[in-house]
């Protein structure tokens, strides 16, 4: 199992474009969520997912859309960049539903770096 | 809301040595999860260990284990016989319990923890 993958590890953009951030686990899980770090800080929720095609906003959604149209996918969608987007973002995910077991242990993905100048 | 507080931005510990990282939260549910995550230079989140609230009996992994504190809401994290691979920022997180919750980890801000030959 390769656990949780996200493309890229890296990226630059300007103010103004866009760019999706790719999240795929192969662990079947039905949890999945987009967190942000910013420098100094703790994680953040962006958006989180409870299933294919269910999802819903986190604690710092603006400037950031997301869908879930299949169970290994959780893509992350910046319409318009702006310079309070730079941070580094995390994608993890957990089994969720009714298990409780282990506290639901969530899995991160290994972060991208984005810088919005 | 919960709030998840790590008062120490900063430590250092000695190799082969004891040293206590601090956390402490708020929140008004009564059962819950709490972890703690190590971020090494890789970025990578890496479960240490997990305490489920319920349980009165501190969790323990190898040379990670924790004093959780109910009623004061403290749950701090003791890495004894400390290693150069334990440098890392270490993060307390909270989740509640409810099924139907969102699941979503809170985050405190971090603690470097720096270990020295």
């Known amino acids: 199992n390769a656990g949780v993958t996200q493309t890229p590890k890296f990226r630059i953009l300007k103010i103004g474009q866009s760019m999706t951030l790719q999240c795929t686990q192969d662990?079947?899980?039905?949890?999945m969520y987009w967190y942000r770090q910013d420098p100094g800080m703790g994680l953040k929720l962006i958006y989180y997912s409870v299933g294919a095609g269910i999802t819903d906003k986190g604690e710092v959604p603006n400037g950031y859309n997301v869908s879930r149209s299949t169970t290994e996918d959780f893509p992350l969608r910046l319409e318009l960049a702006a310079p309070s987007q730079t941070s580094v973002y995390f994608c993890?995910?957990?089994?969720?539903?009714?298990?409780?077991?282990?506290?639901?242990?969530?899995?991160f993905g290994p972060g991208t770096r984005l810088t919005v100048l | 809301a919960q709030t998840v507080t790590q008062s120490q931005p900063e430590m250092s510990v000695q190799e082969a040595e004891t040293v206590t990282l601090s956390c402490t939260y708020d929140t008004s549910e009564s059962d819950y999860y709490l972890f703690w995550y190590k971020q090494p230079p890789s970025r990578q989140m890496i479960l240490v260990i997990r305490?489920?609230?319920?349980?009165?009996q501190n969790a323990t992994e190898n040379r990670f284990s924790v004093n959780f504190q109910k009623a004061a809401k403290s749950f701090s994290l003791k890495i004894s016989d400390s290693q150069l691979g334990d440098a890392a920022m270490y993060f307390c997180a909270y989740r509640s319990l409810p099924s139907g919750s969102a699941r979503q980890l809170t985050f405190g801000s971090g603690t470097q923890l720096t270990v020295l030959p």
């Open positions: 662990m079947n899980h039905n949890y």
């Open positions: 305490q489920e609230a319920y349980k009165q």
């Open positions: 993890a995910s957990s089994k969720g539903l009714a298990y409780n077991g282990n506290g639901d242990e969530q899995f």
